[in-house]
């Protein structure tokens, strides 16, 4: 049963290869837009790091190397967020869902399936980006460290794809979020770190900050890739993702499971 279920994961993986490389131009702009985007936080660097105190910069006072650390961690964030609804929001519009839904891969098996591809696309394009920053823009990075970020970035992106699940589902339901998940990403990229450093918001904020995983997560990055902190150094930011990952992973799968069958008594499975 394990294996057939590996092979249906793989199935769909080859699916989504063949998508890809489909729509070579979408696909690759894509890339292109993740890496060029770097240009973005080098230039925002150069005119804010003036502003901001260095001794108020943990991780060593590197602006640029905070912003694009913080950069990469909120890719895995909103890709945790949305890379499911995303997937079945193409094979409404396409037709396919239905389809595929009705087939004999499970409910779990079609989730790996849809998502495994442009998780591992996405690693590939975070350990460009971080090469780049090095080699280009002399950003100070523990190279040796890479794989353990990448550990710490896969922890973040299980901690939010329960939430990610729910986003899938209500898409399934209503075919749109709305602006309800813009908000809660909002709230996360103002309080968590991503752009500003916590020790530099108010204490209201930095309290509000504490309620979401992403603050421990980009924590932890950071120690990793600009500290070389090792495994035994992060192991509480490591042990909250975990946890979280845990409670609302469960959750989002029964949510999302509700909510196609919700679409399924109304007839709207394969409809957008």
Known sequence: MVLRDIRKVIAFVRKEVISAMSYRYAFMSSIAFSLISLLFYFTMAGIF??????????????????????????????FGLYSISSAFTIEMITGTFEMIYVSRANLLTLLLGVSL??????????????????????????????????????????SML??????????????????????ITMLMAAFCGVLI?????????????????VTYALDAL?????????LEGILTPIAILVGMALIL???GYQLFFICLNIAKKQGTLGQF
């Open 162 to 183: 329960g939430i990610g699940m729910v986003v899938a589902g209500i898409t399934v339901v209503t075919k749109s979020v709305g602006q309800v998940v813009s908000i």
């Open 222 to 230: 950071r120690n990793v890739l600009l500290n070389g902190t090792g």
């Open 49 to 78: 790091k003036a502003a901001i105190i260095p001794t108020a910069i943990p991780y060593g006072g590197d602006y640029l190397a905070f912003l694009i650390t913080g950069a990469i961690l909120w890719q895995m964030v909103t």
């Open 117 to 158: 591809f442009s998780l591992l696309t996405n690693a590939v394009m975070i350990v460009m980006s971080l090469g780049l920053a090095v080699a280009i823009f002399g950003v100070s990075i523990h190279l040796e460290s890479i794989p353990l970020a990448l550990f710490v970035l896969f922890l973040t992106y299980l």
């Open 249 to 251: 992973i469960p959750i």
């Open 197 to 213: 450093p916590v020790e530099l918001l108010p204490p209201e904020a930095k309290a509000l900050s504490q309620v979401f995983p």
